[in-house]
């Protein structure tokens, strides 16, 4: 690595050095906090190419007394140590030995020191200019830690800053000491493993002259070498034409130490690496923390976390949340109902009534409709994700995660693949893009083809939209609770048969950090359900908007040269009846008037002669031009295959539309139905459905969503993480299959014992 000295900064704005910064870290000490921080809105997301590892940076000002630069800071995976095999680990290490970072930040948990130290200890070894900055500070104060810095400083030769990431507090600081570390000479790493360590890791790096490494980062070559690290060895082998004196002289080394030790050398490395941080916070440490806080969580884990209660507790905690989506949000969903049924109305008095303009339907029955149909359930997405990140910042999701351990593995899936599923519960990309964390390819292969099976929240709207038309008020919770639970179960069942099928392998150790119980913030919560609800906003202000004008398109062409109602009218077959409204009559009134008048009609017209109202007859018209639209006759093609699970054309255009994103379904269903009902006749969504089709056709229908072929980005992401096209479809095959014989049994079982 070249040195940067102090006059590389000595710049003024228009000529700016580009400093490369990197943060690095365990998972959860803060590390997206502190680098949200510092660049603000100044992020790129993309991959590490040639892999599905996520990469993020960003940039902001560096200031000194001596001039400015900027700095682009790289985000590096987070990893507990540089010695594992996971793809993230692996890239953390590349990086740092890369020879092209000026500094990193490494991010510690100021609660956790003792463990979170080992990577610091790692890094240094590495060669590259360090800062260590102490994040959670307040945490570990509040517990009573208190450190000596100056001597810790002293101790490590590195900057030292303590910081409150989720609060922005300790910045400025932060960036003064990254100024500070690239204005310095790096100095040699005051890592002290122990004599015979030392001596054996300087003996393998004074072999490593013609390393395709730096040299400040040969003691690292060296200790991978010395544990006989298969990657470090390869590469070392293949750009190194010394390279067999420096693996011959690892071999020596190791087999002296293990024994002169009596230990294996993994074990030794190790426990050398623990013995440093141990012996350093010693020195550094004035007095430590309380155990209080740990004593808490031990003792409200005897109750959440007992073999017996454990999973019922969790089960509660997750009936609640969707009891509070439901009552919780029906007033405020009523609300928004009602603001576009009279933005609708406002719309709509622009043309006469009865117009056919096409300005008029494309932004009545097709962009407000459709946008409308999924905005009415922005609050129970809010209410839905707020519980959700209750959960996951007071501690408790880990703890689930612990829980589901021993169940999963029993269904061929690791306890790790909680947590991608979990967050499937919020989008499938998301939790498809988690399954990273997975050390073991089956795992995650595993994990990725059954996580859409989760019902993610796509698909809220879609039960909110379907458990009220069906089922009463009492039962609502309950089948949104049912509904999770079938998906959750369905997912273990196919991942225990794509283990014993398809993926058989070993299944890998399960280790997970429980953290202490900790109270969330009021920010943390409304900054979590914020972004969930604008994500859902900013899709229904742009996809569902495009597919809504779309499928209206679809729905509205190509137009009838005639509807068959009025050809019947022409030729006899059908009377017409025009029936005045009352003046001041109420609905109820208004509809006893028109039955009397149709029925006095009907005793007076010739024998065979049909008798209806001209509003029936709006409504078949109607009916007629939607059945012989586009959609309307893919829909019919449909029919007789989706017929045995209780559809019908209508569902069929819903379900189309569906696979481009699940939300979809709301939308489209209501462009259907605001398209086949008059003014007369038209009542909210939830209501036609109710009446159109039985209870057993909704609940068919709820099955065949859940499980059904994920939306076109969920395939496409599944193709770039397994790397294969045959994996994304077989997840997109396999789940329709499965949910359309799923479908097809609950509701042909259904109708044979009468319950339709």
């Keep these: 690595m070249v040195a940067l000295h102090a006059a590389s900064i000595q710049l003024n704005r228009d000529d700016a050095r580009l400093v490369h910064v990197a943060l690095a870290g365990n998972p959860n000490a803060g590390k997206t906090s502190i680098f949200n921080a510092l660049t603000g809105a100044h992020q790129h997301v993309g991959n590490y190419p040639g892999v599905t590892v996520e990469k993020r940076t960003g940039r902001f000002p560096l200031k000194s007394p001596e001039g400015e630069a900027e700095a682009e800071l790289l985000d590096l995976p987070g990893t507990y140590s540089l010695s594992s095999f996971s793809p993230e680990e692996r890239i953390a290490e590349n990086e740092l030995l890369s020879g092209d970072l000026d500094v990193v930040v490494v991010v510690v948990d100021s609660t956790t020191l003792k463990r979170s130290l080992v990577l610091l200890s790692q890094i240094m070894q590495s060669g590259v200019r360090v800062v260590l900055c102490l994040n959670m500070a307040d945490e570990a104060q509040q517990a009573g830690q208190r450190l000596d810095l100056e001597q810790m400083r002293a101790l490590l030769g590195v900057p030292i800053v303590e910081t409150v990431g989720h609060r922005g507090e300790g910045m400025d600081a932060l960036r003064e000491a990254i100024s500070e570390a690239i204005a310095t000479d790096p100095t040699p790493s005051r890592l002290v493993l122990g004599q015979r360590l030392d001596q054996a890791i300087a003996a393998v790096s004074d072999r490593l002259q013609d390393s395709p490494y730096p040299a400040a980062a040969h003691p690292w070559v060296a200790t991978r070498l010395l544990v006989g690290d298969d990657t470090m060895r390869a590469k070392l082998e293949a750009h190194s034409d010394g390279a067999a004196d420096a693996l011959a002289e690892a071999e020596r080394q190791r087999h002296q130490l293990e024994a002169e030790t009596g230990r294996d050398i993994h074990l030794y490395v190790t426990e050398r690496s623990f013995g440093f941080v141990d012996g350093m916070l010693r020195e550094v440490m004035r007095r430590g923390a309380r155990s209080d806080a740990r004593a808490d969580?031990?003792?409200v884990d005897s109750l959440l976390v007992n073999r017996v209660l454990g999973l019922p507790i969790f089960a509660a905690a997750m009936y609640g949340i969707f009891w509070l989506t439901f009552t919780a949000g029906e007033l405020p969903?009523?609300?928004?109902?009602?603001?576009?049924?009279v933005f609708a109305g406002w719309v709509d008095g622009f043309w006469p009534a009865g117009s056919e303009s096409l300005l008029r339907s494309l932004l009545v029955d097709g962009v407000i409709a459709g946008v409308g149909a999924v905005m009415m359930f922005l609050p129970n997405i809010l209410l839905l994700f707020l519980g959700l990140a209750l959960l996951e910042d007071t501690g408790y999701m880990a703890r689930a995660?612990?829980?589901?351990?021993?169940?999963?593995?029993?269904?061929?899936?690791?306890?790790?693949?909680?947590?991608?599923?979990?967050?499937?519960?919020?989008?499938?990309i998301p939790g498809i893009m988690a399954t990273r964390t997975l050390e073991n390819e089956r795992d995650r292969l595993?994990?990725?083809?059954?996580?859409?099976?989760?019902?993610?929240?796509?698909?809220?709207?879609?039960?909110?939209?379907?458990?009220?038309?069906?089922?009463?008020?009492?039962?609502?919770?309950?089948m949104l609770w049912l509904i999770y639970t079938i998906g959750i179960g369905l997912a273990l069942l196919l991942a225990l048969l794509l283990r014993r099928s398809l993926l058989k392998g070993d299944d890998a150790p399960f280790v997970m950090e429980l953290p202490p119980y900790r109270l969330p913030t009021l920010r943390g919560l409304v900054t979590k359900m914020a972004e969930r609800g604008w994500l859902y906003v900013q899709k229904a202000g742009t996809v569902i908007l495009a597919l809504s004008i779309l499928m209206w398109a679809a729905t509205a062409f190509p137009k009838l040269d005639q509807h068959q109602v009025d050809a019947e009218a022409a030729a006899g077959r059908?009377?017409?009846?025009?029936?005045?409204?009352?003046?001041?009559a109420d609905p109820d009134r208004q509809a006893g008037l028109e039955a009397e008048a149709l029925a006095a009609a009907r005793t007076k017209a010739p024998a065979g002669t049909e008798v209806i109202s001209e509003a029936q007859a709006a409504s078949r018209r109607a009916g007629e031009a939607l059945r012989h639209s586009v959609a309307g006759r893919?829909?019919?093609?449909?029919?007789?295959?989706?017929?045995?699970?209780?559809?019908?054309?209508?569902i069929g255009v819903g379900l189309v539309g569906a696979l481009a994103a699940k939300e979809v379904f709301v939308a489209q269903?209501?462009?259907?139905?605001?398209?086949?009902?008059t003014d007369e006749e038209s009542s909210d969504l939830r209501t036609q459905l109710g009446t159109d089709y039985p209870p057993l056709t909704g609940f068919s229908l709820m099955l065949?969503?859940?499980?059904?072929?994920?939306?076109?980005?969920?395939?496409?992401?599944?193709?770039?993480?397994?790397?294969?096209?045959?994996?994304?479809?077989?997840?997109?095959?396999?789940?329709?299959?499965?949910?359309?014989?799923?479908?097809?049994?609950?509701?042909?079982?259904?109708?044979?014992?009468?319950?339709?």
């Design 297 to 299: 969580s031990d003792r």
């Design 333 to 341: 969903m009523g609300w928004i109902e009602s603001g576009f049924e």
């Design 401 to 428: 995660a612990f829980l589901m351990d021993r169940l999963m593995h029993r269904f061929g899936l690791h306890g790790k693949s909680f947590l991608p599923m979990l967050t499937g519960f919020g989008c499938s």
């Design 446 to 478: 595993t994990t990725m083809l059954v996580l859409p099976l989760m019902s993610c929240g796509a698909r809220l709207p879609i039960w909110l939209l379907l458990v009220p038309a069906f089922f009463p008020q009492a039962w609502r919770a309950p």
């Design 574 to 584: 059908v009377q017409i009846l025009q029936i005045a409204a009352a003046a001041d």
């Design 634 to 650: 893919l829909g019919a093609a449909m029919e007789p295959v989706i017929a045995p699970l209780g559809f019908d054309w209508k």
């Design 669 to 677: 269903m209501g462009i259907v139905y605001s398209l086949g009902a």
């Design 704 to 756: 065949f969503l859940l499980i059904a072929a994920p939306c076109m980005a969920t395939v496409a992401l599944t193709r770039r993480e397994s790397g294969s096209w045959k994996w994304a479809a077989l997840q997109f095959g396999g789940l329709t299959t499965v949910a359309y014989l799923v479908s097809l049994v609950v509701f042909q079982v259904g109708s044979f014992l009468g319950l339709g």
